[in-house]
């Protein structure tokens, strides 16, 4: 940063103020992120205990809260179902349109619906999910797999989307020595381009399980919240943004301690996802 | 796979497979291709079930008087969802004055002035911002933002009361507390957007104008800003979509009164929030279930308007860049 001549002064007075202010804003983003995550240890750490994660919601109005096995057991569960649904379909969209879509008509109208589905808020993938599944005669009613649909509805776009680059980025010649060589198209795909494409599918993937693991609107109409852990993926279910949420609600100090721990708890699993799809993208051979 | 001259048995080229091998292709291509098809089915059968959903609504109250009427009164069964959309378009907006002017700088500090050895942990810290959840935010925005930020936004309301939608009782959860707590959300997305944008600026335009005696401000303002500003635009729409549809950390700062606060620290409601909060209760009451799904038609609607108007910026943004090479590019 030598004074060059011919640089007036005032131009690098404007120049200094200006880079000033672009760090100063930087710091400023970071400020909200070491707050909360400094709030959310001091206040989470309080609040767990062993029994913290080994009982249920008690739902007493005094004395022990209970704790959050049935958030964590029912998270895990409903994002698992969604997971199985999402992953498969998103992958499978994205080789349709990286194999054999490419640049057709068809291919683009898929490609630009599946944009819109990312802007679709995820409140209202909750709601057609509770018009369409809990509010129907018949299988009404809250349940577990129905927040896994909802779920999967988000996911899908987030993991066709990632998919599509990750697979893009395979290099043609890879699938053309291929096929060069006699492999059928589906072996290519098979033997070929799935796993060259795999670190770059992986991250896409956890990034999108990270997301939905932490949504509370779609499940607040499909999966509801109850105090009790169950297995049972057709009874209403517990999560743990819709247990941070209802606790929220109720004002009181003792449930407020318990969503800051469940908060904190969620955080964690979140962050121990985003930090797998960092690592796994670092690893990747391609891009 | 043209035939080749030399052929096998029943008139089949050697090089062709049987039918029986290459059953398994078929079946990919034709299942994969369904797969795509019914992604298409599956977001035409979206619309139509909440359209169809939430026509009791707009059959009793009219589009434009559900949509327009500043009444929203459960009670009285009178739903016009005028105070959700202004409460979901101030908080949006907030958001946006907020957010996008710090996650650009966040952006062009971290792609053109910071050390390289910080560029990756400041990237991955601004990126975490990302991975708190919806509802952490809100816990976070109640029980951290609206009592600390209480007597610094009565001060301001006390002293800015000049100043249009200012002054007046500051309420606990209000309007600016949310669109706040979302110009934190939206940073990531427009911020890490943005990044892409100004890597696609072409190293020629900013070692010319460093090369003329332009100090760094001046390349950032002459050739960086001119050359992305379509694609800043577009993220900037982007993390718009996001704080409309956003909704559990909305819910939990806002205050839930379904009337057009006076000012900028009352409280209000959303379109988002409306619905998480009220359909429970509004089970029962077929009117109440279809204004509430009525709402979330016209926020999917808002949503789509505005993601397509980025997705217009981004594009047009992608074609000046693949036009660029060669052409010079007039600097603002």
């Known amino acids: 940063m030598t004074p060059l001549a011919g640089i007036g002064a005032r131009r690098r007075r404007s120049d200094r103020v200006a880079r000033t202010m672009l760090a100063v804003a930087t710091g400023l983003a970071l400020v909200p992120l070491v707050l909360i995550l400094f709030y959310l240890v001091k206040q989470g750490l309080g609040a767990w205990s062993p029994s913290f994660f080994t009982t249920d919601p008690s739902g007493r109005f005094l004395g022990d809260p209970g704790g959050i096995r049935s958030a964590i057991l029912g998270t895990i569960e409903i994002v698992a179902l969604a997971s199985a649904i999402a992953i498969p379909a998103g992958i499978g ?27 679709v808020p995820s409140i209202a993938f909750g709601l057609f999910i509770y018009i369409t599944l809990v509010l129907a005669t018949g299988f009404g009613g809250f349940a577990g797999w129905k927040g896994s649909l909802a779920l999967a509805l988000l996911m899908l776009p987030i993991v066709t989307r990632s998919a599509e680059v990750a697979l893009t980025l395979v290099p043609e010649s890879l699938r053309e020595a291929a096929l060069a060589l006699g492999a059928p198209r589906w072996r290519v795909v098979a033997r070929v381009v799935l796993p060259t494409a795999l670190p770059g599918l992986v991250t896409g993937v956890l990034l999108a399980v990270a997301r939905a693991a932490g949504e509370t609107a779609p499940l607040l109409f499909t999966a509801t919240i109850v105090k009790e852990t169950t297995a049972n993926l057709a009874a209403p279910m517990n999560s743990l943004p819709a247990q941070i949420f209802s606790d929220v609600g109720q004002a009181q100090d003792r449930l407020v301690a318990r969503a800051w721990g469940a908060a904190l708890t969620l955080v964690v699993m979140i962050l121990v996802l985003t930090t797998l799809a960092r690592l796994v993208s670092r690893r990747s051979r391609i891009a | 796979m043209e035939a080749g001259a030399i052929s096998a048995g029943g008139g089949r080229s050697i090089l062709e497979r049987p039918p029986l091998a290459r059953l398994p292709d078929r079946a990919l291509r034709w299942g994969l291709t369904a797969l795509a098809v019914s992604i298409l089915v599956l977001i035409g059968f979206f619309f139509v079930r909440l359209y169809l959903e939430s026509r009791p609504a707009f059959a009793r109250f009219g589009l434009l008087g559900f949509s327009f009427a500043n009444d929203w009164d459960v009670q009285g069964g009178v739903f016009g969802a005028l105070p959700l959309l202004v409460g979901t378009l101030i908080t949006s907006a907030t958001a946006l004055v907020i957010g996008v002017p710090v996650a650009v700088s966040t952006a062009l500090y971290i792609t053109e002035l910071c050390p390289a050895r910080a560029r990756g942990t400041l990237t991955a810290m601004v990126e975490l911002l990302a991975a708190v959840p919806s509802v952490v935010y809100g816990l976070w925005g109640f029980f951290f933002l609206v009592p600390r930020l209480r007597p610094a936004e009565q001060w301001f309301a006390d002293h800015f009361s000049f100043l249009p939608f200012v002054g007046g009782h500051v309420a606990g959860p209000n309007y600016f507390i949310a669109g706040l707590i979302l110009a934190i959300m939206i940073i990531p997305i427009v911020s890490a957007i943005s990044r892409e944008v100004i890597a696609t600026v072409p190293a ?122 060669g052409t010079p590019v007039a600097a603002g």
């Open chain 2, 204 to 325: 020629d335009h900013k070692e010319a104008a460093l090369a003329l005696g332009a100090t760094r401000w001046e390349m950032i303002r002459t050739a960086i800003l001119p050359y992305s500003r379509a694609g800043i635009s577009g993220a900037a729409m982007l993390g718009l979509g996001r704080a409309i549809g956003e909704t559990i950390a909305v819910t939990i700062v806002i205050g839930n009164a379904p009337t057009i606060g006076k000012q900028l620290f009352d409280q209000g409601y959303t379109l988002a929030a409306v619905i998480a909060n009220e359909f429970g209760e509004a089970a029962s009451d077929p009117l109440h279930r279809a204004a509430l799904i009525a709402a979330g038609l016209l926020l999917f609607v808002l949503t789509l308007f505005v993601n397509l108007v980025a997705r217009y910026f981004v594009v047009r943004g992608e074609r000046g860049k693949r036009a660029a090479p």
């Open chain 1, 93 to 119: 969209v994205a080789l349709y349109l990286v194999e054999y879509g490419r640049d057709g008509r068809f291919a683009t109208a898929v490609r630009y619906f599946v944009d819109v589905m990312t802007g």
